[in-house]
Structure formats: structure tokens, C-alpha cells
């Protein structure tokens, strides 16, 4: 796994991980990067190194609005470049069709699902998601993952992490991965399975 994979008009030569917080997108991707012997990138971390400031304090000088225009060059002008790599995403951007379409260009997209208790109780206890900072963080994590997870879908493929160890979550994904390597033919088509194809006369 990992030389130039090709299909489709797209480049599937990194994997980006989007989906909710707290749904595990960097501890995943971590892991799934050392095994596939790719780089690991954050983008939250990348917005933050090169402003020199924390997720927090992007939102409070710059407002939610600022954040995501930050997001947007990370996306159409840092990801573009990459190679090897598996990408977690800030939760905001794959929520983004605009954004998750251009992360479809050159990687293979993986939505991580958590259901909303799930995710309440993996961030009840870790600060620094101003989104959260609310009188009452479950209404707003149901809110936005109502919100959200109609384009979270669009992703290439989506995998539960609900009481899932990271092991196991990041083999599938290496299972999706290789899935789709084998049902890409030698001329860059994905080839569908006949029984998926619809009846023929
Ligand atoms: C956000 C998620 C955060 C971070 C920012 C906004 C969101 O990343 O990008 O606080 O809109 O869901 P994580 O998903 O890594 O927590």
C-alpha cells in the first residue's frame, strides 16, 4: 500500500479524516499513519503553528468566521501538496461540502461516527473547543451534528468508533482502503460488483 494510487479522475495517495470532535480523528490517524508508514498531519494544528496561536484563541480574536477562512487555505492550498499523508481534520471542515470536496481531489475520505452521548462523553472533560463552551454542550453537539451529518456522508467511507478500540477502527479503515485499491482496475476505474450494478435487460 501506498504508491501512486489513481482512479476516477481523483488521487487517493492520502487518507483525511473528518467527522465530529471527539470522535478520535487524531488518535486514529496517529496510529493508521505509523502502519501505513505515512505522515500524520492536524489541521488544527497546522492553523495553529503557523499563527502561533491556540483553536481558542483564533476564535476569540478572530471569530468563528476567521477560523474557517484559515481552514479554507489549509485546504485548497496546503493539502493539494501532500503526499503519504493521513490528514485529521477539525471537525468544522469536513462539515464543509465545499471543503470535503476538495479533500476528495487527492484522499481517500473517512467519516469517523460517533453517536451525540458518544461524543458528549468523550469531551465533557477536555477544554478548548470554544464551540463547546456553552450553558449546555449536549443540546449544542445535537444541534450541530444534526446540522452536519447529512455532509459528513459524502465521505468515500464511514466507519462507527462507538466502543471500538482505536486497533480496531484504524484496521478497517486499512480494510476500506484496500478495498478500493483492489476494485480499481489497471485503467484507474472503479469496478462495481455486478449484484450493485441494477438489472440489466
Ligand atoms: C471544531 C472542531 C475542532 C476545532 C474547532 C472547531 C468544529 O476540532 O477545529 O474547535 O467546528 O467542530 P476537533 O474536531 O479536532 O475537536
Redesign the pocket.
Known amino acids: 500500500m501506498g504508491e501512486n494510487f489513481h482512479a476516477e479522475g481523483r488521487s487517493y495517495n492520502n487518507i483525511a479524516l473528518i467527522g465530529?470532535?471527539?470522535v478520535g480523528?487524531?488518535t486514529c490517524g496517529k496510529l493508521l499513519a505509523r502502519k501505513l508508514d505515512f505522515q500524520f498531519f492536524d489541521t488544527?494544528t497546522m492553523i495553529s503553528e503557523e499563527t502561533g496561536c491556540s483553536?481558542p484563541e483564533i476564535f476569540r480574536y478572530h471569530g468563528e468566521e476567521g477560523f474557517r477562512q484559515m481552514e479554507r487555505r489549509v485546504v485548497q492550498e496546503k493539502i493539494p501538496l501532500m503526499n503519504r499523508c493521513v490528514i485529521a481534520t477539525?471537525?468544522?471542515l469536513g462539515a464543509n461540502l465545499e471543503y470535503l470536496e476538495s479533500l476528495k481531489r487527492n484522499c481517500f475520505v473517512v467519516h469517523l461516527w460517533l453517536s451525540p452521548e458518544g461524543i458528549y462523553d468523550r469531551v465533557k472533560r477536555h477544554k478548548g473547543?470554544?464551540?463547546l463552551e456553552t450553558a449546555d454542550p449536549m443540546a449544542r453537539i445535537r444541534e450541530l451534528f444534526e446540522k452536519r451529518i447529512s455532509v459528513y456522508r459524502h465521505a468515500d467511507a464511514e466507519v462507527s468508533t462507538l466502543n471500538r478500540p482505536v486497533k480496531r477502527i484504524v484496521f478497517q479503515i486499512m480494510l476500506s482502503y484496500q478495498s478500493l485499491k483492489r476494485k480499481t482496475n489497471e485503467f484507474g476505474i472503479i469496478e462495481t460488483p455486478r449484484e450493485n450494478q441494477g438489472t440489466s435487460c
Open positions: 465530529f470532535m471527539g480523528k487524531s488544527d483553536i477539525g471537525g468544522g473547543r470554544p464551540l
